[in-house]
């Protein structure tokens, strides 16, 4: 097939067919204010490799990368150590530049990791099903509300205060039209009565554990308050790693189980790609989105894999499809797969023990800083500190010494005045003792 | 004396008195092959003629099954939930998918007798 891009003849042909002046004509409904102007990049038209080489290096010369020194930062992505073997195996060919399998069945080693990558969440959230993935932790959450309005045949989504607020947005932004969503105050280092505000017309509750401030919560009286009123309960998880040593969700009660994957095999990489982890009961099979991988046996009574339930998604349900924006993330999920494979269930709890360790080493000693207080009274690997000024102003101070001190939780929640001093620090098995001292010395410093 | 009635979307329906029980007819349980899943409406909706009542998924596809007529669901057959291949084995009896208390039975005019649905099918 040969491709020819339009000619400018072509072009005024085709927008004097519609009566349209020019093509910002066409966009002449975009408000105003979302416009973006010519000027704001500022960019030559044309410039040669050489120099545009030089000019990347520049800026990215100006970044601080998070390998580089004492790095604290989590807030839903976290810096674990990837071992090299995971690297090298997805970028095999094979997995590398194969695309969804159009014609499943030939792709046998593609639906192999991916049953195996359903069964190890399946396994890690305590749930019965997992699909193959999907985008991210956020867009999983929000297709967990879309689910649960159609199971529940209710429009109300009640958000935690502790619901990480890309979440929360993300949820908005989807979920909204289907329905209505609500949000429960913010109560940094508190869990919210939440159970208080199910109603008869509440289809879920979405509580994330830890939260977003780190706290773990107890799931298990949310889970029966919203059985108690017919609703569900979506079960967030955004550092997966902490499931190697807390109670999965499943086994509290959990009826649809959302979560960001990143933490297992794949890097920060700027904030993506992500892999969304979902999982829910069985019972609940057939509403779930996402595509399904399956073992079963061939003619000649051979394993073999098979996508199944495919008469959920859009190539056959079209418009009634249980989702039309969801893909998978191939990739990132293999390295999942790969990655927990070599850590194996002891290996895991191991990695986590070690997580936790560290943590609560940490935020010890930062909360015997001057001024400064632990909020978080129960956490996994993550903490929140109150400072005696903002966080953000800290975190700025603290880069100057070369240390990068955690999340301002006014970052997440500009318009949240309680958030201004609140200061969210992850550590994980990459921060080493020097780390930790590194960033106490320098806290104390800043505090006095 | 109960009457049956065929819709263009190959439903039956059975009347009996005010009360209709609706199916899917053997042609198009034999197009959609292999049953896997039903869902019957719940008890006590109310569906004007045409609208989406229950939903009937196959081995290779998934459609709705539209409500004949107009009326209140009386019962779904709860039994296709756990055996929904009786909807193969026996399409036009233990098949059937919802019962229905007639609202206005002037909408069966609108229907086809088993002769005409026999003749629509042979022309497809």
Redesign the interface.
């Known amino acids: 097939m040969r491709y020819l891009p339009l000619t400018p003849d072509d072009r005024s042909a085709m927008l004097a067919k519609i009566g349209a002046r020019d093509i910002d004509a066409l966009f002449r409904d975009v408000p105003k204010e979302a416009v973006v102007s010519r000027g704001v990049f500022d960019l030559p038209d044309t410039q040669g490799e050489l120099q545009v080489e030089r000019a990347l290096s520049r800026m990215a010369a100006r970044t601080t990368a998070a390998g580089a020194g004492p790095f604290f930062c989590g807030a839903g992505a976290y810096k674990h150590h990837v071992p090299a073997a995971v690297d090298h195996l997805i970028q095999r060919s094979e997995f590398l530049t194969s695309y969804t399998p159009y014609q499943p069945e030939i792709a046998q080693g593609t639906l192999q990791y991916l049953f195996e990558f359903q069964t190890q969440v399946a396994l890690l959230t305590g749930m019965e099903v997992a699909n193959a993935s999907l985008y991210d932790g956020s867009t999983a959450t929000a297709e967990a509300v879309l689910m649960a309005q159609r199971l529940t045949k209710r429009p109300k989504a009640i958000l935690s205060g502790g619901l990480h607020p890309h979440y929360a947005e993300t949820v908005e932004t989807i979920a909204t039209l289907s329905g209505e969503v609500v949000r429960t105050p913010v109560t940094p280092g508190q869990a919210e009565d939440i159970a208080a505000l199910i109603d008869e017309r509440t289809a879920c509750v979405v509580v994330q554990s830890p939260d977003v401030f780190g706290l773990i919560r107890n799931l298990k009286p949310i889970a029966d308050a919203a059985h108690a009123k017919g609703a569900l309960l979506i079960a967030v998880v955004t550092e997966i790693v902490s499931l190697g040593l807390l109670e999965s969700p499943g086994a509290q009660g959990a009826d649809i189980v959302a979560a960001e994957g990143q933490s297992i095999g794949n890097g920060l990489n700027f904030g993506g790609p992500y892999v969304g982890l979902f999982a829910t009961r069985e019972k609940f099979l057939r509403q779930m989105p996402g595509r399904l991988c399956g073992e079963t046996t061939d003619a000649a009574g051979k394993r073999g894999y098979v996508l199944t339930l495919s008469t959920r998604e859009q190539h056959i349900r079209r418009e009634k499809a249980t989702s039309n924006i969801c893909t998978n993330s191939g990739l990132c999920c293999l390295a999942f797969t790969i990655h927990l494979s070599l850590l194996g269930e002891e290996g895991l709890a191991r990695l986590a023990r070690t997580n936790h360790a560290r943590a609560s080493a940490l935020a010890d000693r930062l909360a015997k800083v001057k001024g400064v207080s632990l909020i978080t009274p129960s956490f996994f690997n993550e903490f929140t500190l109150k400072l005696p000024k903002p966080a953000a102003s800290v975190v700025d101070a603290l880069v100057e010494k070369g240390v990068i001190a955690g999340v301002p939780a006014s970052r997440l929640m500009p318009h949240e005045s309680s958030a201004r001093d609140l200061l969210i620090v992850a550590a994980t098995e990459t921060n080493t003792d020097e780390d930790c001292d590194v960033f106490v010395k320098a806290l104390a410093e800043a505090m006095s | 004396m109960s009457e049956t009635r065929y819709t263009d979307q190959h439903e039956w329906v059975r009347i009996d008195g005010d009360q209709a029980t609706v199916g899917i007819t053997k042609y198009a349980a034999e197009q959609l092959g292999d049953v896997v899943?039903v869902?019957v409406p719940e008890t006590g909706r109310k569906i004007g003629a045409g609208g989406e009542a229950a939903v009937v998924?196959?081995v290779?596809?998934?459609s709705?099954v539209y409500a004949p007529i107009g009326g209140e669901v009386t019962a779904g057959n709860e039994a296709l939930t756990a055996d929904p291949a009786k909807v193969n084995a026996d399409p036009e009896g233990e098949g059937w998918f919802f019962k229905l208390k007639i609202a206005d039975k002037g909408e069966l005019a609108k229907l086809m007798t088993q002769t005409q649905y026999d003749a629509f099918v042979k022309g497809l």
């Open positions: 899943f869902e998924e196959s290779k596809a998934a709705e």
